[in-house]
Each structure stands twice: as structure tokens, then as C-alpha cells.
């Protein structure tokens, strides 16, 4: 039964979006469905706890039960139309249809009707005609400052009668005809005001919200507003221009040549950084930006949106496109309105003819008009940061020199970070000579670093890494040098495979069998292997005897050495679950990752990522046995094998030389073959 109630109302939302024909029209029915269930033309509501704020509710605040991240209680009431009638359920009557004045008292704007009598208003909509009235509600003439009401309802009314008549328009529009960007003539000498109509449903006119809309009466429509609108007649750029706490601002407009365009037709947004704002930059930041056009045009545009948002739009965080080409996050907290996270709008809804003003105290700064010291010092990167400042790195990172700089995470910085010769110098090389683009990266490019190393780019199905160290984020693009996030501090390689594991006192005895097995040669030569490489602890697991046995024994010994090889160059980035490497010799090793610990045949690699220039090395603490058929790919991305105990380690190891499938491996054809070739 359950799945019946769910598949009719799915199919009741899908013919929902189709039978609606505007946004507000579809959330509309949205919450009539929602609603359906307290009976006929019920609509369910969102209303925000703690305050008088309502909304028709779509499918996505429905299940989030939030409004600009706070929560919501849902009640019903009667849809727009329709009244209760005593003792039945819902709202089965459709309201009495009378003219505007009338219809004014009975959907909650009663100070409207009386402003109405007052401005001698009463007459003309009771009337014969086809008016659109925006009633602001009760609680909207309750807002207005008391010294606006004062000058309104002074001065014999005619101002009164001025505001109220810019509320009108000669001519009957349902919210369908409300479209996005539209404009109609007022009937207060022809002032337009402007509708949006956005496709969140909520439609605005001049700002305010209609929170009831299409009241219709014999003699036009009423929507019910959030608020008391006034006429507008200047542009954005006279809003701009005229007000002296936006100063520096209108400097910086006139010096990129922004001028001419603000006072053309258009649909804007300006977050406009007010005095204050570029007053809390660094000056020696300030100066460079205002003395660069390129930055100072990527600036401002930055801060000015392609389309235009009044407050009441925003329910949720949204990223908007701006001029200058990327985006900023618009959202609210509660009643704030908020951008990239910040609640730093002062003033908002400053209406002009060609878009929107809302003042922000704090300066937004786009990364194209940054430097790589400041896009290191806005990211997640502060301990990177703070070492190449600490290497004297900070001319490179301040000038306009072409660079990227690999820039690791803070959690990726281990042991002491006190500033070292070595420390120094491993910076150094974590900044390369160019800007790249991560998207023109391709696998086996080198990159040559500002310490003269050369740094390989590796590109694998699920990640993109520069020897062991894998980009984590987007590319941050500056003015001059682009940064690359990434999950690891730079290993760079300083040898071969053969010179990683002899300068590593836990692979002495590795290093003895593999001379042993006579494969130095293999492990000093070019090529790209991944060596999963058991360290002395994984040798002293097996029993001594077995040991002696294997190490006298070269044909064997290299057969077991070249399951460990990989081929192909693969850091631990790189892997992903069920990932399969080919072995030198033997089936494949089935590797994963869990918990950021690398796993070859479900045993974990105690230390990944040993770069060398021919390959990589991974610490295993125990030797590889090659998996049980029995065991499927989805088992073998399963729980580890706990670490046994050496005794434990060394009964098992009696069975070493007898295991069928490890026999199998050491006896292959490939074996034998690989052994006459010696």
C-alpha cells in the first residue's frame, strides 16, 4: 500500500511540472499536493521558526525542512482563491469574488485598504477597471520607518496617494504574466515597476516578495506584498555615484572604465565594497591592484553578478556567475543575506532602473587578481604557506613570474618543520618554472622545478599526480602563477630503485637477495616498476631455515623478488578499489585503498611512495602470497589480515615451500624461461 501512496504521488509530481507554466505556478501545486491530504485546495507551507515568514514549499526544502539554513514548521492554510467553510475539511469554498477594495480587508492587507480610504484611493478601485495592486501587507506598512508613514500620510495625502497609485498597474496581471525581467508602466506617472520572477517560484516586484499572490476580484488582481515599494528612476551607476561611503569604489569604476557600462540597459547585481571594505586590505595589496587594469577590471567585475538578485530570491546557497567569469556563492542565513559564506551585506536592495546594489563591508577578491602568496594564504594551505615564506621563497611568490607552485595540505606535513638547508630546498622544488594548466597535464611529461629538478607527471584513471604527490582541488589561478593543491609534501626521486633501498636500513636483506637472485642489473636500469618491497621484518617472519633454503636457491628467490614487481609506475594516488597490477612474474596483485592505507593482496604497505627515477618503492612488512582462487575481487577489497606475531608468522612459514599455488609461481614456464635467459 505503502508503494501505491509513493508511485501515485511521483506521478502526481511529474504531472505537476508539466501541467504548471510558470515556477511559482509549480511550486504552487507542489504545495497543494503536499497538502492534499487535509483536504480539498489545502496548501502546505514552510514557515520559519520563530517568525511570521511563509512559504509555498518545493520538493527540495520539503525534505530539508530549511529556509536559508534555518528550520521550518510546515502548516496549511488555504490556497490562493479559496476559504474554510465551519465544519468541513479543507477549504472547499471559493472566496466571494468583489472588487479590489473589498477584497483588500479579507487577505491580510486591511492597513492597505485603509491608506486607501484615506488617500481618497476607495472610489477608484471599487470601481469599474482592470488594476494589478501590490498590496503591501499589514506587517510591511508596519516596518516603514515612522518618519516615512509621517511624510506619506501628511500633506493633504497626495503623497500618500502618489505611493499608493505606484503600487498599481491599469491592467489585470496573474503572476503567469509576471515574467523574469519584465517591466509595466505604474499609474503613478508611468514609474515602471519591475518584476522577477525567479525559478525558485518567488516572484518580486521591485524587490518585495508577493507572499500572496493571484487574489483575484471583479475588477482586476491583487498580490499581496512583503513590503511598502517606492519609484525608482536612476540607474545603478547614480546609485554609485551619489552616495560617499561607496568613494573608493566609484574611483576604482571610473579607472577600469566601468562606468558606461552601468548606466546601459541591463540586469545586474553589485556587491559594492563600501569604504570601509578596501580600507581593511593590506595597502601594498590595494596599491598593486589598483595599479594593475588587468586585476583591478577582474576585481570589480567580480563583484558584479550577470543577472540580477534581490534579497527575498535567495533561500539557499547558490552559486551565481559573475562578469569576470567565475562564480560566487549567494545564500542566507536566517535573515542575512551572505556571499562566499559570509554574512558581509550591510545594506541591501538598493533597486536601480538596470539592476541591484547591495553594500558589503568586506573586499571580494577574485584569484586572477592574486598573487601566489595570497592564493596560498586563502586556501587550506597555511603550513605550506608559512614554510615558503620561511625558505626566503617570498620574491618568487610576490612577483610576476610565470610559476606553479604544488602547495600540500596542512595534514600532509609530518615530523619537525623547522626551516632547513634540506627543508629549504625540497620548497624550492615544490614551485615549477611555468604556469601550468591541470587539464593540459598528460602522463610522462616532466616539469622542471625552480631547484632544477625534473618532476614527472603521472595521469590515472581516477587521479592526476606528479610523483607522489596527487592534486587534491581545482586549480587556483592567479594573476601571474597558478597553484595546484596537493594530498602529499614532493618526495622527489634522488636514485634508482637499487640506490632507494640501499640507503634504507629496513631493506638490507632485501638488498642482499635481490644480488642474490642477480637482479641489480633490472633494478638500476631505466624503466617504470613498482616494487612492493619486503623489508627485514617481512624476511625475519619467515623461519630461518625456510630463509636459508630460499636464499640458496637464485631460480626460486627471483621468482618470489618478481611477484613483488610491478609493471608500470603506480603511486599509491593512483590506486583505487580493485585495482590490478601485472607482477614480473604470477597472477596479478589486487590492490585497494581503505583508510588512506594501501593494500597489495590484503596486506597493508607500511610506507608507500618511495620515489625512485626508474619506479616506486612500497614497504610491505610481510612477504606477498598470491591470493586463493576462492577469494573474489569484492573479498579481496575486504578487512586486512591482522599482523600475526613472529612465532605465529614463523609456524606458517613451514608451509612456504609446499603451497601449491606459490610453487605454481616459482615452477611457471615464464619462470624457467626468464631463468635460461640469465
Known amino acids: ?146 518618519e516615512i508613514l509621517d511624510a506619506l500620510v501628511s500633506n493633504v495625502n497626495i503623497e500618500l496617494l502618489n505611493a499608493l ?25 508611468d514609474f515602471h515597476v519591475h518584476i522577477h520572477h525567479y525559478s525558485n517560484g518567488i516572484v518580486t516586484v521591485n524587490c518585495a516578495r508577493l507572499i500572496k499572490p493571484d487574489q483575484h476580484a471583479t475588477n482586476g488582481i491583487v498580490h ?40 546601459e ?53 547558490t552559486p551565481m556567475e559573475t562578469l569576470q567569469g567565475t562564480v560566487v556563492e549567494v545564500g542566507c542565513d536566517g535573515n542575512e543575506m551572505t556571499v562566499n559564506g559570509k554574512a558581509i551585506i550591510t545594506k541591501k536592495d538598493q533597486l536601480g532602473t538596470n539592476g541591484v546594489v547591495h553594500y558589503i563591508n568586506e573586499l571580494l577578491i577574485p584569484d586572477s587578481a592574486k598573487v601566489l602568496l595570497e592564493l596560498a594564504e586563502s586556501s587550506s594551505v597555511d603550513t605550506a604557506a608559512k614554510l615558503f615564506v620561511e625558505a626566503g621563497l617570498t620574491p618568487h611568490l610576490t612577483g610576476s613570474e610565470a610559476l606553479t607552485m604544488l602547495a600540500p595540505l596542512d595534514d600532509a606535513f609530518k ?24 587539464k593540459s597535464l598528460y602522463h610522462g611529461q616532466e616539469l622542471e622545478t625552480l631547484g632544477g629538478l625534473k618532476l614527472r607527471v603521472f595521469v590515472y584513471r581516477n587521479n592526476l599526480c606528479i610523483e607522489n604527490a596527487c592534486i587534491a582541488a581545482h586549480d587556483k589561478t592567479g594573476r601571474y602563477a597558478t597553484m595546484f593543491t596537493v594530498d602529499k609534501v614532493l618526495t622527489p626521486p634522488m636514485g634508482t630503485i637499487m640506490d632507494v633501498l640501499k640507503a634504507d636500513d629496513r631493506f638490507s636483506l632485501l638488498v642482499g637477495a635481490i644480488q642474490t637472485a642477480g637482479m641489480t642489473e ?102 606477498i602470497k598470491p591470493l586463493s582462487p576462492k577469494v573474489d575481487r569484492e573479498q579481496a577489497d575486504g578487512p586486512a589480515v591482522p599482523f600475526r606475531s613472529a612465532a605465529a608468522s614463523r609456524a606458517d612459514s613451514k608451509s612456504f615451500r609446499n603451497d601449491d599455488l606459490f610453487q605454481k609461481v616459482v615452477t611457471s614456464r615464464s619462470s624457467r624461461t626468464m631463468n635460461k635467459s640469465q
Open 415 to 438: 615530523g619537525s618543520l623547522t626551516m632547513t638547508p634540506d627543508m629549504r630546498k625540497l620548497m624550492t622544488n615544490h614551485i615549477m618554472k611555468e604556469q601550468l594548466s591541470s
Open 224 to 263: 499581496v506584498v512583503d513590503r511598502v515599494i517606492t519609484a525608482i528612476s536612476n540607474n545603478v551607476n547614480t546609485i554609485l555615484d551619489i552616495d560617499d561611503d561607496l568613494e573608493t569604489l566609484r574611483t576604482a569604476m571610473t579607472a577600469a572604465g566601468l562606468t558606461s557600462m552601468l548606466e
Open 522 to 623: 633490472l633494478l638500476n636500469q631505466q624503466g617504470a616498476l613498482t616494487f612492493f618491497a619486503p623489508t627485514n621484518d617481512a624476511f625475519n617472519a619467515i623461519s630461518p631455515s625456510e630463509l636459508n633454503r630460499l636464499m640458496r636457491n637464485p631460480l626460486e628467490l627471483s621468482g618470489v623478488l618478481r611477484y613483488h614487481l610491478g609493471e608500470g609506475l603506480l603511486v599509491s594516488g593512483g590506486v583505487s578499489s580493485h585495482t590490478r597490477v601485472k607482477p614480473l612474474l604470477g597472477e596479478k596483485l589486487e590492490l585497494s585503498v581503505r583508510n588512506s592505507t594501501l593494500y597489495v593482496n590484503k596486506i597493508p604497505v607500511a610506507d608507500a611512495d618511495l620515489m625512485a627515477t626508474n619506479g616506486v618503492v612500497h614497504a610491505i612488512n610481510i612477504v
Open 1 to 146: 500500500m505503502m508503494n501505491v501512496c509513493v508511485l501515485v504521488l511521483g506521478l502526481a509530481l511529474v504531472l505537476t511540472v508539466c501541467v504548471a507554466r510558470s515556477p511559482y505556478q509549480a511550486v504552487l501545486q507542489h504545495s497543494r499536493i503536499r497538502g492534499r491530504q487535509q483536504g480539498p485546495n489545502v496548501c502546505a507551507m514552510q514557515q520559519l521558526k520563530g517568525t511570521d515568514k511563509k512559504y509555498f514549499t518545493n520538493c527540495k526544502q520539503w525534505y530539508h525542512r530549511k529556509i536559508c539554513g534555518k528550520p521550518t514548521v510546515i502548516t496549511y492554510e488555504c490556497c490562493p482563491g479559496y476559504e474554510k467553510i465551519p465544519g468541513e475539511k479543507g477549504c472547499p469554498a471559493a472566496l466571494p469574488l468583489v472588487n479590489i477594495y473589498n477584497t483588500l480587508g479579507v487577505v491580510g492587507a486591511s492597513t492597505t485598504q485603509m491608506y486607501s480610504e484615506r488617500a481618497k484611493l476607495r472610489e477608484e478601485i471599487e470601481g469599474p477597471g482592470s488594476f494589478t495592486f501590490f498590496a503591501p501587507s499589514n506587517e510591511a506598512w508596519a516596518a516603514l520607518p515612522t
Open 265 to 317: 540597459e541591463g540586469q545586474y547585481t553589485i556587491f559594492a565594497p563600501t569604504n570601509e571594505a578596501f580600507e581593511k586590505i593590506p595597502q601594498e595589496t590595494l596599491n598593486r591592484i589598483l595599479g594593475d587594469p588587468v586585476a583591478l577590471r577582474d576585481l570589480l567585475n567580480y563583484h558584479i553578478l550577470k543577472n540580477m538578485q534581490c534579497a527575498e530570491s535567495i533561500v539557499s546557497g
Open 165 to 189: 497609485h505606484y503600487h498599481m498597474v491599469n491592467r489585470r496581471l496573474t503572476s503567469e504574466e509576471l515574467r523574469h525581467g519584465s517591466s509595466f508602466a505604474s499609474m503613478y506617472q
